[in-house]
């Protein structure tokens, strides 16, 4: 599994309604990803930034989730350019749902 952390500014003005509305706006498009695995979007006001950590089947699918189209919407939309990260996600605990998610043993 890999976590990808995305960031980025949201113009000077633009409502935590506004902000809260786009993240619904998408949900559906995220939920029909089958290689995601889960999705939790991130507003900071003080910063005056947005975006999500992401877990993902494989990195692939995040790369190819968030190419270049992708990129050149965020920056269309909100005048920035995105900061992305990745991490190897050996285990992760699911509160919410009871599991511990984790590789295979082995592999």
Same mark, same amino acid.
């Given at each position: 599994?890999?976590?990808?952390?995305?960031?980025?500014?949201? &113009?000077?003005?633009?409502?935590?309604?506004?902000?809260?509305?786009?993240?619904?706006? %998408?949900?559906?498009?995220?939920?029909?990803?089958?290689?995601?695995?889960?999705?939790?979007?991130?507003?900071? &006001?003080?910063?005056?930034?947005?975006?999500?950590?992401?877990?993902?089947?494989?990195?692939?699918?995040?790369?190819?989730?968030?190419?270049?189209?992708?990129?050149?919407?965020?920056?269309?939309?909100?005048?920035? %350019?995105?900061?992305?990260?990745?991490?190897?996600? &050996?285990?992760?605990?699911?509160?919410?749902?009871?599991?511990?998610?984790?590789?295979? &043993?082995?592999?």
């Amino acid at each position: 599994m890999i976590a990808e952390y995305v960031l980025f500014d949201v &113009p000077a003005g633009m409502t935590r309604e506004q902000v809260v509305a786009g993240m619904r706006a %998408v949900a559906p498009k995220w939920r029909a990803n089958a290689d995601l695995i889960r999705k939790t979007f991130v507003y900071d &006001p003080e910063q005056g930034q947005t975006g999500a950590f992401y877990l993902w089947k494989n990195k692939e699918a995040a790369l190819l989730a968030h190419g270049e189209d992708w990129r050149h919407g965020v920056l269309e939309t909100f005048g920035s %350019v995105p900061v992305i990260r990745y991490f190897q996600t &050996p285990l992760v605990v699911d509160n919410a749902l009871q599991q511990t998610i984790g590789e295979t &043993p082995g592999t």
